[in-house]
């Protein structure tokens, strides 16, 4: 819960670190594919023992100012799609604070690390969402250490595949709505009196929750209510000025993937999609970045952005 001073060093660091756009663009380009390594890790899974890394840096991404002076919150913050938004959105000039697991802090490191090595502040907020009292203290950190809260990102999330319904027990099942919706729900209800006009609340959702996965019943439930949760508030918040919207990732290479699934998935994983691969965090991020920025998606309001990897949905 520490907050960290401006770094500009580390952004001479990541600028000056004597790779070519050429050799950058190589390493953008040459995504992990599968077959992937097999691996399992229990939960909640951490991103520095995932192999390969997730690419979370996106170095050709520059900066526009799209959220100079903004304060940004991220639940599940410290790895995965939280940590690549965490990291594009200080490169657009925001503070932002992170929540993780405290078993998470290694990673929640690494994230408070990037943020500083883009010249902005962060702020480690360790705790568990399912937990009321927690969302609304986080609220409350944010505003106390930074002085507004801009842009809520309601990121975290659980998931464990099984075969069968009768294979989801109950203490599966409500761990996956309260880190899921609950989760999201606590901290909408604590964010918006704090909140002016021209804020806006991200929330991630998922293809499941679109199409449904056999073997995530429980999940994608969680991310269909997401869906209907993003359309239902943005009608309440309209006239508020406050802008709400989803994103729908399709299969990104995430330590929630190697927790919650078995090896020999893990090294199918993202194999099915049209571009025959998982997403990296990175990929993902921008499409935060525009939902954020009033410059890029003022009029945009209750949408749910699918990012595919080319895959096509009805509607």
């Not at 770094?7 to 953008?28: C, D």
């Not at 909640?44 to 100079?68: D, F, M, N, S, T």
């Amino acid at each position: 819960m520490k907050v960290r001073g401006k770094r500009e060093e580390g952004r001479e660091k990541r600028h000056g670190n004597g790779k070519s756009r050429e050799q950058e663009l190589r390493r953008i380009n040459a995504h992990p594919k599968p077959p992937m390594p097999q691996q399992h890790q229990e939960f909640p899974g951490i991103e520095a023992e995932v192999h390969p890394r997730p690419q979370y840096l996106a170095p050709l991404y520059k900066g526009a100012e799209k959220l100079k002076g903004k304060v940004a919150l991220i639940s599940g913050g410290d790895s995965g799609i939280g940590r690549a938004v965490a990291v594009l959105f200080a490169r657009e000039g925001a503070d932002v604070a992170i929540m993780f697991l405290p078993e998470e802090e290694r990673d929640a490191m690494e994230t408070r690390d990037a943020i500083e090595a883009e010249g902005q502040r962060a702020l480690l907020l360790p705790g568990d969402v399912t937990d009321r009292d927690y969302c609304a203290d986080c609220i409350e950190q944010v505003v106390n250490e930074f002085g507004s809260i801009d842009i809520l990102v309601n990121n975290a999330a659980f998931q464990k595949n099984q075969e069968s319904i009768e294979d989801i027990d109950d203490d599966q099942l409500e761990r996956t709505f309260r880190t899921n919706i609950f989760g999201y729900f606590y901290l909408a209800k604590a964010a918006v009196p704090r909140m002016k006009k021209g804020s806006c609340i991200i929330n991630t959702g998922s293809i499941t929750g679109l199409e449904g996965e056999k073997t995530l019943i429980d999940y994608s439930a969680t991310k269909g209510a997401i869906h209907a949760f993003t359309k239902s508030l943005a009608q309440s918040l309209v006239e508020k000025g406050i802008r709400v919207n989803a994103v729908a990732p399709g299969p990104v290479w995430t330590p929630l993937n190697v927790q919650s699934s078995d090896p020999d998935h893990v090294r199918k994983f993202g194999q099915d999609v049209a571009m025959e691969r998982p997403a990296q965090p990175e990929e993902l991020a921008p499409a935060y970045v525009f939902l954020a920025s009033n410059v890029d998606s003022s009029y945009i309001s209750g949408e749910i952005l699918p990012v595919l990897g080319g895959e096509t949905i009805a509607g």
